[in-house]
């Protein structure tokens, strides 16, 4: 629908992203806000979330990057560790399907 409309415009339309050309670039900037993330009290937001009792991880806002991970820590499936190196790599992931997206555009 949003193409349709896009096509009508009295103008021109430039879409504009901003990607990183290196890669390892990319998955240490990941890194470091994931475990930012974990040390701005990430942990305490989803602990709060996971101790009222009303959500599970069956929720799609609890399955979202970082809380799935928080998620599965809280309830000792994996140490902190693995925690930081699940989140980074599920947020790695994330950050691959987006650029996919991007590679798209016309």
Not at 15 to 33: F, G, M, W, Y
Not at 46 to 62: H, M, T
Request: glycine share 6%; hydrophobic share 40%; aromatic share 10%.
């Amino acid at each position: 629908h949003r193409e349709q409309e896009a096509s009508r415009l009295p103008y021109n339309v430039v879409n504009l992203a901003i990607a990183p050309k290196d890669r390892s670039v990319l998955h240490q900037r990941i890194e470091t806000r994931f475990k930012l993330m974990l040390e701005g009290h990430f942990v305490d937001e989803v602990r709060g979330l996971y101790e009222r009792g009303d959500l599970d991880i069956s929720l799609p806002s609890i399955r979202a990057v970082g809380y799935r991970q928080v998620w599965g820590y809280l309830e000792g499936e994996m140490d902190y560790s693995t925690l930081v190196e699940k989140g980074v790599i599920a947020t790695r992931q994330l950050a691959k399907r987006q650029l996919t997206w991007l590679r798209s555009w016309p």
